[in-house]
């Protein structure tokens, strides 16, 4: 998620553990700082930008990891403010402002490791956009209240926030489901059987984004409003490409097929050659497309990853998910 939501998160997280045990000011402002503190991997250079990619959200958003550091990390408020005495309770409330970043991370479709060192696997459930207002505002309301009204009375507020952005992801991941089985249903006649993907577009959960990715290297995309009643879900088709061996084997290829969960595809054009994560954007224009090799007398030759991803027209795009969202059967941008 965004900077702004883990912030919040964890000074939520901060002031519902600390309680009355400190200033409110104090739980909020470590439990923000914690909240944040696994998204400074982002500083590290992995050696290109397709591993910079797949290395974010790794160690850094580890839980085993996150549950070493809490109390070194619980240890500075409490010997800074001189609360030895709470050092239990702002360890709790450290460890918990620290694991809930990346368990909200993995709510997001980008992918979080959080079962390293034992397995690289990159969990993402992809039912909330990276940025969801419906989703901070609570939190943030929450955490203002709560440090600003005298005596804790703003506590009832912090739990009230908690609650209703926990329900809001519960809503998310259950609307999921529901666009899941339709697509389910819509593809059930295919010869192919297909993997498909659901996640939110940009800001809302009532508009979803349906990839189903084929055997072949094909997809299809297609797009479904919570509000569009029975009208069924109009998919798109898009060929795979016929590319080179020697472009599909390449080790940064195969490190993005296995982050994507085989949401991927490989394209050629005019002596280049990318790789693009299929789950994060639409057709044509995708956050994350790499350049992997480049032609040279005949043969492609590997060159170091680097992203030439597109969101095209933002304010078109917006335009289109703000007056599709709402049910209105009106193209997609091409």
Do not use: C
Request: proline share 7%; charged share 15%.
């Amino acid at each position: 998620m965004d900077s702004v939501s883990q912030i919040v998160l964890g000074a939520s997280v901060g002031l519902a553990t600390m309680g009355r045990r400190t200033a409110a000011w104090k739980a909020a402002l470590w439990g923000g700082l914690a909240g944040t503190l696994p998204d400074l991997d982002v500083l590290i250079d992995q050696g290109d930008a397709l591993r910079n990619m797949v290395l974010h959200r790794a160690e850094s958003h580890s839980l085993f990891w996150l549950t070493l550091a809490s109390p070194v990390l619980a240890g500075l408020p409490a010997l800074l403010h001189g609360e030895r005495a709470g050092f239990r309770r702002w360890w709790l409330a450290m460890w918990l402002a620290l694991v809930t970043h990346p368990l909200l991370d993995a709510m997001t479709v980008y992918g979080t490791q959080l079962l390293l060192p034992f397995t690289n696997y990159p969990f993402g459930v992809g039912s909330i956009f990276i940025i969801d207002p419906l989703y901070t505002l609570p939190l943030l309301a929450g955490v203002v209240l709560g440090v600003t009204r005298r005596q804790w009375r703003g506590l009832p507020s912090v739990h009230a926030g908690l609650v209703l952005s926990t329900a809001y992801l519960a809503w998310s991941a259950a609307a999921q489901w529901h666009v899941r089985t339709m697509a389910q249903e819509s593809l059930a006649g295919e010869a192919q059987p297909a993997a498909i993907l659901v996640t939110p577009t940009p800001f809302n959960t009532l508009l979803w984004r349906i990839v189903a990715m084929r055997p072949d290297g094909s997809y299809d995309e297609g797009f479904r409003s919570l509000l569009d009643g029975s009208r069924p879900i109009q998919w798109a088709r898009f060929a795979a490409p016929p590319v080179s061996a020697a472009v599909s084997t390449l080790p940064p290829v195969q490190r993005l097929a296995a982050f994507s969960h085989g949401f991927y595809k490989v394209h050629a054009r005019g002596g280049r050659a990318w790789v693009t994560d299929l789950r994060m954007g639409q057709e044509p224009n995708y956050s994350f497309s790499f350049v992997v090799a480049q032609e040279q007398g005949g043969e492609w030759r590997p060159v170091v990853p680097r992203n030439e991803g597109s969101r095209g027209d933002v304010r078109l795009g917006l335009a289109w998910v703000w007056e599709r969202m709402w049910g209105s059967n009106v193209p997609a941008p091409r």
